[in-house]
């Protein structure tokens, strides 16, 4: 069963325009990660939160994490046509040394 | 360093026939994840691999799969007979496991197979 659904499942916008996706999971986790796939390609990773922290950044990529809602959401600011693709969340499960993935977030930027 | 590398990109194929995927992980990782990707059922996990040695397999679809790693740099996974339903983009991807935390996986760019 999937650990980790990405909400909505597609998201258009405007270049310059904010995007945020959300994610929820099931059970207790060490960390969480984003990942962005480009149509056609393999995941890159963006960015990884321990369970004990709230919030991190990365360039124009802001995360936050929520253990007692077992939810994260991703923002990616001022966003770009090159931010189109697919975002994924995985969850690395306490207690498992694997990456559980969610069925991901479409994201198109319009110019 | 290059990535990861796998091969072929593309494998078109008529059913019945054995398939095999390659993967070369990043020097210095010590895990190996297979994944499957498709419309339906997103990304999913066949087998994982730390230092060589397989460590979970349930995601493996059937007998008709088999994975192996014979050494700490490569792995192979192999579909025979393959059948239709069996297309997909297959994705390797590596990692290195410090304690019980799974660090950052690195992606191959993926083989699409299409088993006519």
């Known amino acids: 069963s999937q650990q980790g659904e990405e909400d909505p499942q597609a998201l258009s916008i405007q270049e310059g325009e904010n995007a945020t996706m959300n994610c929820s999971y099931k059970?207790?986790?060490?960390?969480l990660q984003w990942y962005r796939q480009n149509s056609g390609r393999g995941l890159v990773h963006l960015i990884l939160?321990?369970?004990?922290?709230r919030e991190k950044h990365s360039g124009r990529l802001r995360v936050t994490l929520d253990t007692s809602k077992k939810s994260s959401s991703l923002l990616i600011t001022a966003s770009r046509a090159a931010d189109t693709a697919s975002y994924f969340c995985?969850?690395?499960?306490?207690?498992?040394?694997?990456?559980?993935f969610g069925k991901g977030t479409m994201l198109l930027v319009s110019p | 360093d290059a990535g990861v590398i796998q091969s072929p990109r593309h494998e078109v194929t008529e059913m019945g026939q054995e398939v095999t995927l390659r993967c070369k992980l990043i020097?210095?990782?010590?895990?190996l994840f297979w994944y499957r990707q498709t419309m339906m059922r997103g990304l999913e996990l066949l087998i994982y691999?730390?230092?060589?040695?397989?460590?979970?397999d349930s995601g493996m679809p059937e007998d008709r799969f088999s994975a192996k790693m014979p050494n700490a740099s490569f792995s192979t996974l192999k579909i025979q007979p393959s059948e239709p339903r069996d297309s997909a983009v297959y994705f390797c991807?590596?990692?290195?496991?410090?304690?019980?935390?799974?660090?950052?996986?690195?992606f191959g760019p993926g083989t699409r197979l299409t088993v006519l």
């Open positions: 995985a969850t690395d499960a306490t207690g498992y040394s694997t990456l559980t």
């Open positions: 991807a590596s990692s290195q496991l410090t304690g019980s935390f799974l660090d950052t996986q690195y």
């Open positions: 020097s210095g990782h010590n895990s």
């Open positions: 059970t207790s986790i060490n960390n």
């Open positions: 691999f730390n230092n060589n040695v397989p460590i979970d």
């Open positions: 939160i321990r369970s004990n922290e």
